[in-house]
């Protein structure tokens, strides 16, 4: 990707209606950034995309928090 330059593609929702409709990254001061859109419509009947945008998921979640933190020696 080039710097500040933005790439989605369509999503396969894989029967998850909730799922974004496009996905992909940004590519902004260096650092890439999850991006998902949505299609939407106005009140008024106009088509709109609305998005998030988020760092990349590192590996870590909060379950693998929890366990790096039973048995040891914590203070509480």
């Known amino acids: 990707m080039k710097p500040n330059t933005i790439i989605v593609f369509p999503n396969d929702k894989e029967g998850n209606e909730k799922r974004p409709d496009f996905t992909g990254k940004i590519l ?3 650092e890439e950034i999850n ?10 009947g106009k088509p709109y995309l609305s998005g998030q945008v988020q760092e990349p998921y590192n590996g870590v979640g909060a379950s693998d928090v929890n366990r790096s ?5 914590v203070p509480f």
């Open 28 to 30: 902004w001061k260096g």
């Open 69 to 73: 933190a039973e048995g040891a020696d």
């Open 35 to 44: 991006v998902s859109l949505w299609n939407n419509t106005s009140k008024a």
